[in-house]
């Protein structure tokens, strides 16, 4: 099993910036990709971004690309979303989640809010 805690969620303008983290623990030799998901208000969870833990190739939504980042420090179990040029439509839970595979992500964080004002 894998323990995810996150952190950096908040409040911000439109057009501003924040940067959320995601530290790993337990059976952390298993992983093999980390990734970001989030859930709006009334909305279904959907994809943001990924990032192979060995190689560092990312994927991400359509939506955030070219806006959001992530990253990842292999010495401290521990992956990064940074976010810029925020929209209100960005407003939601955003929850970091591993895989040991190419299935399904299977360990999960409690999620923290962003919320972005117009």
């Known amino acids: 099993q894998v323990q995810l805690v996150e952190s950096g969620g908040g409040l911000v303008q439109a057009g501003g910036s924040l940067r959320l983290s995601c530290a790993a623990s337990g059976r952390t030799f298993s992983m093999y990709s980390m990734g970001w998901f989030r859930r709006a208000a009334g909305k279904e969870r959907e994809f943001v971004a990924d990032?192979?833990?060995?190689?560092?190739?990312?994927h991400y939504a359509d939506s955030v690309k070219g806006r959001f980042t992530i990253s990842r420090d292999n010495a401290k179990n521990t992956v990064y979303l940074q976010m810029n040029s925020l929209k209100p439509e960005d407003t939601a839970v955003y929850y970091c989640?591993?895989?040991?595979?190419?299935?399904?992500?299977?360990?999960w964080g409690q999620g923290t809010q962003v919320t972005v004002s117009s």
């Open positions: 989640a591993t895989r040991s595979g190419l299935g399904t992500y299977g360990s």
């Open positions: 990032i192979r833990w060995s190689s560092g190739n990312t």
